[in-house]
């Protein structure tokens, strides 16, 4: 299978998960109606088999979608046609691939180049970033209480081993808030105590050739495939062709090799922090 197949098929599965639970019911009661075993209900949401298309269409008149919607289900249905690298249509899609894609990976190397990386905020600090864009109110709570709880993948026991490089210039935006800067620093050192968690500073004083030119997350699954999502300017691009994720990869070697070791990253994410409040 094409990878650009696997990242579809994963988000597909994501979104019937998410229709099953919306609508109410176990895997077990949804296999009984469809005559299939709950184990394919599970590797369907997993993303670990494909469904037919007769399948998906039973299920969305199981799970009361119509129209449109059922159409757009249908159309990830075995559509082998999709370039290897495509945008994420819209918000609920894009998490869903995302937090299906954090769920299943036993590794995650996230690449920051102006901000602390989103699966590291603290409320206030996603409370800023998220609130920058268009959203507001219940919406801005909504996404923010969604970021939070994506984070708890990582005290899951079968958490992934998570990589984080941060440029040197995130640790000291303040984003108009001193202090909620310095509550997410001390947050970054909690972290830091985890076993499975390495958060690496790059220095200012990189060198330009291993300066971060775009922020990108790759995420590498128990199968031995790897995707990459980047975003640039709050639009989402998946990268599944195995070419071009290795380039990323590279990017990621050469950043462990001029990025600040886990010790030397903790005490000027400490030393900053002290700083700030001390002002």
Known sequence: MRQSEKLRQIGLGAQLQQLRQKAGLST????????????????NELGL????????????????????DKEALLE???????????LANGVPDELASLM????????????????IPGL??????????LGSGAASGIDLERRVATRLGRQAMLSHPRAPDASFFIEE??????LGNPRVLADQLEYLLLLQRRDNVN???????????????????VYELASGCSYVFVEVYRIGLFVTDASQVA???????????SALDKDASTTLIRKIAEDLDDD
């Open 28 to 43: 077990r009661s949804v296999a009984k109606s469809l005559g299939i075993s709950p184990s394919s209900v599970n590797r």
């Open 49 to 68: 088999r494909s469904p037919s298309k007769e399948e998906v269409s039973a299920l969305c008149a199981l799970y009361g979608v119509v129209g449109e």
């Open 76 to 86: 990830k249905v075995g559509d082998s046609t999709e370039t290897a690298a495509w």
């Open 100 to 115: 299906v894609l954090e769920r299943e990976a036993v590794a995650i190397t996230d690449v920051q180049a102006s901000l």
């Open 120 to 129: 590291a905020h603290t409320a206030d600090y996603a409370r800023l970033v």
């Open 169 to 174: 210039s995130a640790l000291h935006r303040t």
């Open 199 to 217: 958060i690496r500073v790059i220095p200012f004083d990189t060198e330009p050739s291993s300066s971060v030119r775009a922020s990108f997350s």
């Open 247 to 257: 380039a990323f990869v590279k990017v990621c070697q050469a950043l462990d090799m």
